[in-house]
């Protein structure tokens, strides 16, 4: 069957549900999303005589639910027009609609007798062939279809996404008894392919997989916490990012999920795990957790959790931490850790375990205890809720926003290593791991030919990861090495394409990473057909130029060196523009500064959906250099054919640059004129470097032919200027902006308008190219540019002066 999907319904327009609800709207689909009707009016509807029978009234719930998700922050909506494509009605008037709806989701209470009411109901409406899901996190599928029609069942599973549905990457897919496989096949492929989601097919088993193994260790993690004495603010930092994990922690995640939310899950795994699970008892909900939950202490929803903010004399905002044996909150303290010391030189996360695991103060303690149990219990775990071990770790990264799985976690430790601290602790794993050993298999993953293989258990033999061939990872590519250095690393895509990735910290421009550009351009035209310029960070595409670096010449006042360093950037991001192959960029994340322009100068670029690409420079009391702001005039100048008023588009762009604004998705690249028609947007982060080589590929097919610097910018002079300083300086006036925020602004004007030509004219690329350099240059001589900058590098924000 050739199913497609146009339509779709959400049932339920709670916090889930309008979001889900949202991101089918971002992918273009037109939504219906539908809740109950309040029982009587409210007193504000009573007050204007409405009843029950009143539109404002039926809607009232679906209009709210929703509305609430707009405001919401992380925004659900890649760009707030997208809200239209979201039709809200209730289950009285509208259910009746799902008739022409292609697939339809439930996503209310988690009850039983709510749900199957529910179906019941859908079953008599739907069209056959129609898919249904349900969104539960914690009913077995199987009896939710129970008594239905045998389409339904057959169209019928479950498909948890995870909240929120557009950021984080996991939906799993949980087929019922009677599920069709072909539907299963097809939600596989469509959450992957237009979802943009790692989809991970579950056994229908309580909390299927990442909830099983993800609240398993959050409560583990307390309960260790709660017996070594550690500290709330300890163990956000032993939790976050130095293992490769958010930067919330573990409580600081259970205040942002929801104390409440967390303790009903814990409850539901350990009554659903009495026959199945050996570990039950471990999701007995900690003391600390269940005193909280008395207390209706439950996190972001009721004001206060793990943690407090509050105002201080000042009008300060100031978190407070709780404190277990008080049961008090108190200020939050720094925290510092010998071992954490011990690998803040060491960038790459595979390398920092062994470090961590070898501490000798309480936090090795802590990951030996919390690492050892967390490993056991998910060896135990096979095959119960996955027959593969692969599975597991793709539901934990995805649906928890873990760097590496469980899996490939004690790959990198050494899986004889940590099974000596596991038998030591008396952790020991199922017998299947020393089955495996004794086999001579000494990981459970491995590379051959570029793919990805992991230990199949009942083989005993390594398979390989199915689904590869529509992805490249290029840390899969170890063999394909063309060229690197201390900063960058050119790998062999095949097909005549070659991949540039940065390694530097938050993959910044120094002087590595630009000779890995040079380098590989000059590689490219030389033996291959197209370049790619992206990586598999999963911290940002780039950050801009190493600010340290220019920080310390500026003070030095080196401007020779300075001038260089910005000449020999702005060549190489012209050389991107300008070379004898395509070169195709593949941002993602943070996409800032010299990264932006590095995008704005290639023949194509393909975007992951949540790209934040922006030109900050202003931010540290600098100008785009790198051709940024040459480039946006470059854009405007295109534009002024359009026919809207010529001062109009540019000051658009000058504010963008102005203001330092970031997009807050790909999409509002678009509007913001970073990306343009030619580019592309791409939902599937893991799909990214693979449709950058195809459309590299395709432009080489074509017959790219290496284009000519542009002598034909039209550029506004004095007339822009004027209109700049003009609004600058009532700016100044009104108090919104500092002195030193007005001479930049004003930097900016005389470089995006030609300088000071007393006419509209057109000028070169490279003419405003020297512009950008000489008001950069002289920027760096400010005192409180490196003032800006010196708060940037050494507490993260730099100063409004």
């Not at 039950?280 to 909900?285: I, K, L, T």
């Amino acid at each position: 069957m050739n199913r497609t999907i146009r339509k779709v319904a959400v049932l339920g327009s709670g916090i889930m549900g309008s979001r889900i609800a949202c991101h089918f709207a971002n992918i273009g689909v037109e939504v219906l999303l539908l809740d109950i009707v309040p029982k009587e009016p409210n007193t504000a509807e009573q007050a204007k005589g409405l009843t029950t029978e009143h539109p404002a009234v039926r809607n009232r719930i679906v209009q709210e639910s929703f509305q609430n998700t707009l405001k919401g922050s992380p925004a659900a909506l890649y760009d707030p027009s997208f809200a239209s494509r979201v039709r809200l009605g209730n289950f009285d008037d509208n259910l009746s609609e799902i008739k022409n709806y292609d697939w339809i989701i439930e996503v209310i209470v988690e009850r039983l007798d709510i749900k199957k009411s529910l179906f019941e109901k859908v079953d008599a409406l739907r069209k056959p062939g129609s898919l249904v899901s349900s969104n539960t996190s914690g009913i077995p599928i199987h009896l939710m279809s129970e008594g239905r029609s045998d389409d339904f069942q057959k169209h019928f599973c479950g498909t948890h996404f995870f909240n929120p549905p557009r950021y984080l990457r996991l939906l799993e897919i949980i087929p019922g008894p009677q599920t069709d496989p072909s539907v299963i096949d097809f939600l596989m492929h469509y959450g992957d392919l237009f979802l943009g989601k790692t989809t991970v097919f579950c056994k229908d088993t309580p909390g299927f997989i990442a909830n099983r193994l993800g609240i398993y260790a959050m409560v583990q993690t307390i309960r260790v916490a709660e017996e070594m004495g550690l500290t709330v603010e300890q163990v956000d930092k032993l939790t976050g990012p130095v293992v490769g994990r958010p930067k919330s922690g573990t409580f600081r995640l259970s205040d942002v999920v929801g104390l409440d939310t967390t303790v009903h899950v814990a409850n539901n795994l350990f009554e659903s795990g009495k026959e199945t699970d050996e570990s039950h008892e471990a999701f007995v909900v900690p003391g600390v957790m269940q005193e909280l939950f008395n207390k209706k202490w439950l996190g972001d929803k009721s004001g206060q959790g793990f943690y407090k903010k509050v105002k201080d004399e000042k009008g300060k905002s100031v978190i407070l931490a709780l404190d277990f044996k008080t049961q008090e909150y108190r200020p939050s303290e720094k925290v510092k850790f010998q071992t954490l010391e011990g690998t803040k030189a060491i960038d790459n996360l595979s390398k920092r375990f062994g470090v961590l695991l070898a501490g000798t103060d309480q936090a090795g303690e802590f990951y030996r205890k919390t690492f050892a149990d967390g490993f056991r219990y998910a060896t135990f775990r096979i095959p119960e809720i996955s027959d593969e071990l692969y599975r597991i770790d793709q539901a934990i990264t995805a649906g928890f926003g873990w760097q590496m799985g469980l899996f490939e976690t004690w790959d990198a430790i050494g899986v004889k290593k940590m099974l000596g601290i596991m038998e030591e602790l008396g952790k020991k794993p199922a017998a299947w791991v020393y089955e495996m050993l004794e086999a001579g298999h000494e990981s459970f993953y491995k590379i051959e030919k570029g793919r990805k293989q992991y230990y199949d258990i009942p083989s005993k033999s390594y398979k390989v990861i199915p689904g590869q061939d529509s992805f490249i990872l290029l840390n899969n590519l170890s063999q394909n090495v063309v060229w690197k250095n201390a900063g960058a690393t050119l790998y062999d895509l095949g097909d005549g394409i070659v991949n540039l990735e940065f390694h530097s910290k938050m993959n910044t421009f120094g002087a590595e990473v630009v000779e890995g550009v040079q380098k590989s351009i000059s590689l490219a035209e030389k033996d291959f057909r197209g370049l790619v310029i992206g990586n598999d960070s999963s911290e940002a595409f780039s950050a801009g130029a190493n600010l340290a670096m220019l920080f310390m010449f500026a003070i030095e006042q080196e401007f020779d060196e300075i001038n260089l360093m910005i000449a020999q950037f702005q060549q190489t991001i012209m050389r991107a523009r300008y070379s004898s192959i395509p070169v195709v960029t593949a941002p993602h994340t943070l996409t800032l500064g010299g990264g932006c322009e590095l995008n704005l100068h290639a023949d194509k670029v393909v975007a992951h959906a949540e790209t934040y690409m922006g030109l900050v420079e202003l931010g540290v009391g600098l100008i785009p250099a790198g051709g940024g702001t040459k480039e946006m005039a470059v854009r405007c100048s295109d534009m002024y054919q359009a026919g809207d008023p010529e001062l109009n588009i540019l000051q658009s762009a000058f504010m963008n640059i102005a203001q330092a604004k970031v997009s807050t998705s790909a999409q509002e690249a678009f509007a913001m004129n970073y990306l343009q028609e030619k580019d592309q947007i791409v939902l599937n982060r893991s799909r990214l470097i693979a449709e950058a080589k195809q459309a590299a590929l395709d432009l080489a097919d074509n017959g790219y032919t290496q284009p000519k610097q542009r002598t034909d910018i039209k550029v506004q002079g004095k007339t822009g200027m004027a209109l700049f300083m003009a609004g600058v300086a009532q700016m100044r006036l009104a108090n919104y902006i500092s002195d030193h925020d007005m001479k930049l602004a004003n930097k900016l004007a005389y470089v995006i308008c030609g300088g000071d030509l007393s006419y509209p004219q057109t000028v070169s690329e490279q003419y405003l190219l020297d512009l950008e350099r000489e008001a950069f240059l002289s920027l760096c001589g400010e005192k409180k540019t490196l003032e800006r900058m010196q708060g940037l590098l050494t507490g993260g924000k730099p100063p409004r002066n």
